[in-house]
């Protein structure tokens, strides 16, 4: 069968049914992806680490690490990299990385960690762009197939952190940082175009996202959706993951500033053609 995959829009969902690795792989396979990381020779993994908090505020290590098996059953080639830069002041990405167990799992799979927020940088500009004219961006979410995991959460200031926000991990605190309380602070300003033209400049290759369980309030405090969707979807169109992830929180994508921009130029928020995959 001839894979829709890349076609925008397309959002794949499954069931969660406890096994990551079934879930995942059946979710995968579906996409279309494994065609694509036959040519990869650097695959990026970013979670949403935002703080050293436990799972649903951040993205589950099991998870990253089914998601790990699949690329190195697939593909014997590609260097495979779990990258993230979290925004606490308090502590650095690496404490994350051992808080959330994510030193162990990089120890056992033979995979690489990064903190973003350290990493070598390059200086990119679009004019055109109202809000970041001008960025500074880790070199290395260019130099790899980028796969974006974030957790199904709301958020004050952005309504939504989904994939498109989860892009903000990568943006380095030596330039973004405003104040002592936030290491990207900066991106509170204007956040609907902050997160916008932050995507213009690099989107995710693909994302998984976790709505297992999700957060409906806020993104690091509250309660949980109820019930919990127990669902993870896939998809190569951020814009159409980000629609769909709104949709679970029961949010209406076109008052969510980001993604409303972002309809139609970075891919399509409606209509979305989603199909259920069976594990």
């Known amino acids: 069968m001839k894979s829709n995959s890349k076609i925008k829009g397309a959002v794949y969902i499954c069931r969660f049914n406890s096994d990551w690795n079934k879930s995942i792989a059946s979710l995968m396979d579906a996409s279309g992806i494994e065609a694509v990381l036959e040519h990869q020779k650097k695959i990026l993994i970013k979670p949403n680490l935002v703080e050293a908090l436990k799972p649903p505020i951040t993205t589950p290590v099991e998870l990253v690490g089914a998601i790990v098996d699949y690329i190195q059953k697939k593909t014997a080639e590609a260097d495979i990299i779990i990258g993230e830069g979290t925004g606490a002041a308090d502590y650095d990405t690496q404490h994350c990385f051992e808080e959330l167990g994510y030193t162990k799992l990089a120890k056992d799979k033979k995979v690489k960690l990064v903190d973003l927020n350290k990493e070598p940088l390059i200086k990119l500009t679009n004019p055109k762009l109202s809000r970041w004219p001008e ?111 709104a949709g679970l929180l029961k949010k209406d994508w076109r008052k969510i500033g980001h993604i409303k921009m972002a309809h139609k130029e970075l891919g399509i928020a409606e209509p979305l053609n989603i199909a259920e995959v069976k594990v």
């Not at 926000?165 to 940082?177: D, E, I, L, R, T």
């Open 135 to 245: 960025l500074y961006l880790p070199r290395i979410i260019f130099d790899c197939f980028l796969i974006s995991v974030p957790v199904l959460k709301a958020h004050s200031l952005a309504d939504v952190t989904l994939t498109m926000k989860n892009m903000m991990g990568a943006a380095p605190p030596s330039h973004y940082q405003k104040g002592g309380h936030w290491k990207k602070s900066a991106f509170h300003e204007r956040m609907q175009e902050s997160i916008l033209d932050l995507n213009r400049y690099r989107t995710p290759d693909f994302t998984i996202l976790d709505a297992t369980v999700g957060m409906k309030e806020a993104h690091l405090w509250g309660p949980t959706c109820d019930p919990h969707p127990n669902i993870i979807a896939a998809g190569f169109d951020p814009v159409a993951i980000d629609a769909y992830g």
